[in-house]
């Protein structure tokens, strides 16, 4: 195994070691987010506030929910990342490839 793959092993590892232990390490935690500060908003303002829409999924716990939104988050950033590596590249393997059809 060679080193770069005993650096990635160890990365993946620590990612899902740090996406897990919090989860079962916090017991009854409560994180608010912007959803929750806005209905309590409201509610101060109308008493009589009713949503006109309930949630599809309503994940277990707020840590869970949390979870979900990093992880939406870093599939995001991977994909934005994947790209801008990916432009980065053409244009810097298309250059190096027009300097050796130039030589030919």
């Known amino acids: 195994m060679n080193k770069n793959l005993k650096v990635s092993l160890i990365c993946i590892l620590l990612c899902i070691i ?3 232990v919090p989860l079962l ?3 009854d935690s409560e994180f608010g987010g ?6 309590e908003a409201i509610t101060n303002i109308d008493k009589d506030y ?7 999924f309503e994940p277990p716990g707020g840590e869970t929910e949390s979870l979900l939104f990093c992880l939406q988050a870093a599939l ?3 994909i934005f990342g994947y790209g801008f590596g990916y432009l980065v590249a053409r244009k810097k ?4 490839n027009d300097k050796h059809e130039e030589e030919k």
């Open 18 to 20: 740090i996406g897990v």
């Open 25 to 27: 390490i916090i017991k």
């Open 34 to 39: 912007a959803d929750g500060a806005a209905e």
């Open 50 to 56: 009713e949503a006109w829409y309930s949630p599809i």
């Open 76 to 78: 995001g950033a991977g």
């Open 93 to 96: 393997f298309s250059k190096t």
